[in-house]
């Protein structure tokens, strides 16, 4: 069993950052595909970046060269970087993590995590 707990979201003007965290539960945390995936209001959730049990990282085109994914295995987290804001990034954003590589419906999602950005 895994457990996932997001912080780190807030209300930020457009141009600026925010770091997502997300802590990790679980004595398997080393082998598991962790990522971060958002959902706004009437739009389909999608996967913003993924990061593999080797570090192998994966991003959404949209925010390609705007964020940045880690994890950091000794202390069972994953991060998110997010950097030149946009309002369109605006939305909830979860935690997650599955056994296999992240697909559409991951095994463990966290609570969520509101960023709102300001244009």
């Known amino acids: 069993q895994v457990q996932l707990v997001e912080s780190g979201g807030g209300l930020v003007q457009a141009g600026e950052s925010?770091?997502?965290?997300?802590?990790?539960?679980?004595?398997?945390?080393?082998?598991?595909?962790m990522g971060w995936y958002r959902q706004a209001p009437?739009?389909?959730?999608?996967?913003v970046a993924g990061i593999t049990g080797r570090?192998?990282?994966k991003y959404a085109?949209?925010?390609?060269g705007r964020v940045t994914i880690s994890r950091d295995n000794a202390k069972k987290m994953v991060y998110l970087q997010?950097?030149?804001?946009?309002?369109?990034d605006t939305a909830?954003?979860?935690c997650a993590a599955d056994y296999n590589p992240l697909g559409?419906?991951?095994?463990?999602?966290?609570?969520g995590t509101q960023v709102t950005v300001s244009s």
């Open 61 to 64: 085109d949209s925010v390609k």
């Open 82 to 88: 997010m950097n030149s804001l946009k309002p369109e």
């Open 55 to 57: 570090g192998i990282t």
């Open 42 to 47: 009437g739009i389909q959730r999608e996967l």
């Open 18 to 33: 925010l770091r997502l965290s997300c802590t990790a539960s679980g004595s398997i945390f080393n082998v598991i595909s």
């Open 92 to 94: 909830v954003y979860y």
């Open 104 to 111: 559409p419906t991951p095994r463990y999602w966290g609570q």
